[in-house]
Structure formats: C-alpha cells, structure tokens
C-alpha cells in the first residue's frame, strides 16, 4: 500500500465510512477505489483519471486534494491527455470562418423568403375581409325598430304592490287571534376531534434501511425532524424511501449545528455515516438503529385506532341529538 493510499483509508476510516459508502458518494467503482488505496494504478483507465478520482475520494474523505497531491508528486503518474487535446483543437479551429458564414446564409435565406410571403399574403387577406364587411348595405324596405317602452310595467307576480304592509303575507292572525312563532332549532355542535399525540415505533427494516412508523399528529401538517451534530459526519437526507428520492441535504455536519426537516405524506429516508456524531429526533422523540451508520426511514402512518374512536364517538353524538 502506498503512502498516499494509506492515509486517504485512514481518513475514510476516520469518519465511519466503508469502500461502498464512498462508493455510493463518489460514483467511482470500488475496485478503483481499492486500487487508489493499494497504489495500483495500472488498473485505472488512464492517468488523467487517476488524479481525476484521486482528488475526489480526498474531498469526500475531508482531505485538501491539492496539498495531498502535492505531498505525492512522485507516486502520481502525470496526466497525459493535455498534449493529446491540443491538435485536436487547433484542427477545428483551422475551419475558414468563410465557409461556415456561407453555409449558414444558404439554411437562412429561403426560409427568410418563404415567411415574407406568408406575412405578404396574410396582410392581403386581412384588408380583403375589412373591405367585404364595409361594403355590405341593408336590404331595402327593413329599418331596425326600437322595442316600445311602457311607461308603467305592471310588477311580476308574487311580489307587493306600492302601499302594501311589508310582510303583509307572513305575520298573519289565526282565527283564535294567537300569533304563530316559529321555533328554530339550533342543529347540533359537531365536536372537533382531538389531535393524537405523535409516536415512533419500529416496523420493520428493508435490506439495510431499518423502517420506522409515524403515527399520529394532523395529517395536514408535517411533523418536525431535527438533527443535533456533535461532530463531523457525512449526512444524506432525502424526501421518499431511500436516495432516489429528492434531495434536503448532503453533506459533512458542523459540530453543534442542528439541521430541521419536515415529514410529510412522502416519508423521509436519513443517513449518517457517523451515528454517534448525529442525533435524530422525530417531534422530541429519538429514533436510531443502533448501528455505527444510520440508514433509517420515515413513513406517515393513519393510526386506525384513533378513527375507529372518532367513527364511534360521532355515532353516540348523533344519538344523543336524536
């Protein structure tokens, strides 16, 4: 193993973090990976992408690329692809700017002349229809006739007449002379439901991610998740069930730094590279696997109980009103 390899595995090592975590962070096979590490670089695709990935894996590992390359000059072979690059673009550039203007003005000037003829031809259109109508007279003998207007319309049925009691119709006497009330009923008070406390049990684990029910709450708000960090960690969270889903943060955590998140119907899926560096609480309440990297997911669960309360305790009000 070389010196350069030695020390970014103890870095990696350092922070939690195995050949596929860095893997899964970098995007870079492993086996190049163990070979940056053993200092076999002849099993790399060239030189130019074994400082390529080099400095990467030093990033990711919390390493200064260029003062580790630097400090390794000698082990490094150095890149190639510079001089090969170089003919290659004074070839293209050794084009005559003529010869790409003419081609350009040949693709453009029939299209040019086409859309003319087209705006030519819809203006002539246009003022063809403008005169049309202009030109239309009224037919003989017809004059348009003003509908008569009366002086005194008669109201529409149903309603009083000028000099009739207001609400002649409605407050009338029975024969007894006793007026009729009418009672109105207030219809019954819905009683809200009361909003179930929030709690967190494990429900099962799916590969390598341990899964963790969500229930209680208002379903139309989100539940609280925060993230208290004592030390340096690599920290992915994402909305859904696991990476694929929409990233909320990837990164290295910063001591004393508390990060807040909110869980929906969509579920969260959290991972920290270092557990012990990273607390992870849902609404005050802590969750972990119990693992040196936590791979945990969330998921927003209706908790059946509570409805079946809610279903019962409307029925009991609804009898009582009857």
Do not use: C
């Amino acid at each position: 193993m070389s010196e350069l390899g030695q020390q970014l595995k103890e870095a990696r090592l350092q922070k939690g973090l195995s050949l596929d975590d860095v893997q899964e962070m970098t995007k870079i096979r492993k086996r190049y990976l163990e070979a940056i590490e053993s200092g076999d670089y002849k099993v790399l695709p060239g030189s130019f992408y074994v400082r390529a990935f080099i400095k990467t894996y030093a990033e990711t590992v919390g390493l200064n690329p260029d003062e580790l390359l630097e400090g390794h000059k000698k082990d490094v072979p150095a890149p190639e692809q510079e001089a090969t690059m170089e003919p290659v673009i004074q070839k293209r550039s050794s084009r005559p700017a003529s010869e790409r203007n003419n081609k350009w003005l040949s693709m453009v000037l029939p299209w040019t002349f086409l859309a003319l003829i087209l705006i030519l031809i819809y203006v002539y259109a246009i003022k063809g229809n403008i005169g049309n109508q202009a030109e239309v007279p009224n037919e003989p003998g017809t004059e348009q006739v003003d509908p008569p207007v009366t002086e005194n319309p008669t109201p529409p049925e149903g309603t009083d007449e000028p000099g009739s009691e207001v609400g002649g119709g409605d407050n009338q006497e029975d024969p007894n002379g006793s007026e009729e009330t009418p009672t109105d009923e207030e219809p019954p008070t819905e009683e809200e439901p009361t909003e179930q406390p929030i709690t967190v049990a494990e429900s099962g684990k799916s590969g390598n991610i341990t899964i963790f029910d969500v229930t209680g709450g208002s379903s139309d708000e989100p539940v609280k998740v925060e993230i208290k960090a004592s030390g340096l960690s690599w920290m992915e969270v994402y909305k859904g069930e696991n990476s694929s889903g929409e990233k909320l943060f990837r990164d290295n955590t910063a001591e004393g730094q508390t990060y807040s998140f909110d869980l929906d119907s969509e579920g969260m899926y959290i991972k920290s590279g270092y557990a012990p560096a990273t607390v992870i609480t849902v609404d005050g309440e802590v969750v972990t696997d119990g693992k040196t990297t936590n791979r945990i997911r969330l998921q927003r669960v209706e908790d059946t109980n509570s409805d079946q309360n809610n279903a019962s305790t409307d029925e009991e009000s609804t009898d009582s009103g009857e």
